[in-house]
């Protein structure tokens, strides 16, 4: 084990044999303190066990693999390692052989590359700023099929014209049986890197998302659109929980699945209900406390 990878450990007080579901545990952990940090130091010290888990994870990626090609490589036995160092042989001569014409084509494409990319960002630079970056998370599924995001973006601006500009991105977490709490723990895993990695305003989730990272810290408390009386405190459609500071029981999402908004989304789902939450941003709260309550309010009927 490198040096790095030992201190990540470290890092983190974990040992190095922790399993998969301990280093989860650690990463909800880690999510929970978002809301709370204050300090340029509590903030640098997340960053550090941020990279420490991503180097972790990283690694059991690489030692997978490496596992999975000895297994491929198994059946040549004890010549296993001539094999491997033929097949890394013809990789490397493969490459020179055509080395002159790959050249060639790279500075074709690369010339056409610099040029689109800086089309790209002149592109960018005319667009107005992002009003919400909006992550999906659960057993959801973009129609588009080369993955884009562009009509899901489309289809939200419609359904909210006071927003110019979204950032929407979906996070694939399916379950592993019929029980509402049998998430698979790789994507588990892999949607807690993404969340912390990318910080979104606002999260719509499946139910067994919810139950496993609903009303957590991190989570805003959306009782202020409740104050008109357009939808009632004792609407079924609330997510109540307790915040684990404080005691007080604090409203964390919302139920929108019959809303207007959530039939008007080009996705795929797999789930018997659609839940919308706010996380962290005390400079933005207030604009995404908005648009969820247009939101739920529609979905109320109101």
């Known amino acids: 084990m490198n040096e790095k990878l030992k201190q990540a450990y470290e890092r983190l007080g974990l040992s190095e044999t922790v399993t998969g579901e301990e280093l989860n545990k650690r ?29 972790i994870l990283d690694s059991r990626d690489q030692q997978e ?47 056409n590359a610099l040029y689109n990319n800086w089309q790209h960002r002149k592109y960018l630079a005319s667009l107005p700023p992002i009003d919400a970056k909006i992550m999906f998370i659960g057993n959801f599924g973009v129609k588009d099929p080369d993955g884009k995001m562009d009509d899901l973006n489309k289809a939200i601006l419609a359904e909210y014209p006071q927003w110019k500009r979204v950032d929407s991105s979906i996070v694939y977490l399916p379950k592993t049986g019929a029980g509402a709490d049998t998430l ?81 989304l080009p996705i795929n789902r797999n789930t018997q209900s659609v839940e919308i939450g706010v996380l962290g941003g005390e400079e933005q709260k207030v604009k995404m406390f908005d648009f969820v309550k247009h939101v739920a309010g529609e979905a109320a009927g109101k």
């Open 184 to 264: 698979d723990m790789n994507y588990m895993q892999k949607a807690v890197v993404e969340l912390a990695a990318n910080s979104p305003d606002i999260l719509i989730l499946d139910e067994a998302t919810l139950k496993w990272i609903g009303g957590q810290d991190g989570f805003q408390n959306l009782e202020p659109i409740l104050k008109d009386g357009k939808i009632s405190s004792d609407d079924a459609r609330l997510q109540w929980g307790t915040d684990g500071e404080t005691g007080q029981k604090e409203l964390y999402a919302v139920d929108i699945t019959d809303s207007k908004f959530v039939s008007a």
């Open 65 to 111: 693999i490496q596992e999975a090609e000895d297994q491929r490589l198994a059946k040549y036995g004890s010549l296993a390692g001539g094999a491997r160092k033929w097949e890394r042989f013809m990789r490397l001569y493969k490459t020179h052989v055509i080395l002159g014409i790959i050249a060639v084509i790279v500075l074709i494409a690369g010339g």
């Open 27 to 55: 990463f909800d952990l880690l999510l929970r303190r978002r809301r709370s940090l204050k300090s340029e130091t509590e903030i640098a010290a997340y960053e550090e066990e941020f990279q420490a888990i991503k180097l």
